[in-house]
């Protein structure tokens, strides 16, 4: 990923995420990604899920642009018990989508803000950076 791919100005309440041709690997389903392709036995009896075939993964690439824009809402948190402290906007947001691999495309429907359901941009210390 570019170094200049996140561009941020929090106190507008705007940020942009822009990433073009990632290299990544299609695992096919959650199981396969994490088990490296040796899918999940299942099926054994008293097992309470089914097996999951293996399914090797194939190297794809992925494109994504996110922003965020507008506040809707402010929240400041500080809790020293936890040695954590944030400011954190309620804001809008869009993500346009797109996955290639052989044989593969993917694009998502042009980006429509009604379709966003929570988004927040937050600026936070914790730990050693607490103080």
């Not at 089914?50 to 809402?73: H, K, L, M, Q, Y």
């Not at 914790?126 to 103080?131: A, M």
């Amino acid at each position: 990923m570019e170094h200049d791919a996140l561009e941020v100005d929090f106190d507008l309440g705007q940020a942009r995420l822009c990433v073009r041709g990632l290299d990544v690997f299609d695992d096919h389903d959650l199981a396969n990604s994490l088990t490296q392709g040796l899918g999940l036995p299942g099926g054994v009896v008293g097992s309470p899920y089914p097996a999951i075939a293996p399914v090797t993964p194939i190297r794809a690439t992925v494109s994504f642009d996110v922003e965020w824009n507008g506040i809707a809402a402010m929240a400041e948190i500080h809790n020293s018990a936890q040695n954590f402290m944030g400011s954190f906007l309620s804001t809008g947001a869009t993500i346009k989508w797109s996955a290639d691999e052989p044989g593969f495309h993917f694009e998502s429907e042009t980006p429509d803000p009604k379709w966003n359901l929570v988004s927040v941009l937050g600026r936070e210390k914790n730990g050693v950076f607490f103080t």
